[in-house]
């Protein structure tokens, strides 16, 4: 007979590993989201003139 070998918990450790890096990113987004000001992200965009209503 052949019986299936059981699965050991080695599924702990990348499990681990990944949890670890998300919670490194978020940390690293966090502190370099609070380090800039409030104009971050914002683009600026010229106003566009308007000479009359003729022209």
Known sequence: MIYSEEKSAGL???????LLA?????????VTGSRQGSTAG?????????L???Q
């Open 52 to 54: 009359g209503a003729g």
């Open 12 to 18: 702990a450790l990348p499990l681990i590993a990944i």
């Open 42 to 50: 914002r683009v600026w965009v010229p106003q566009v003139q308007q």
């Open 22 to 30: 998300i919670a490194g990113i978020l940390a690293v987004l966090a």
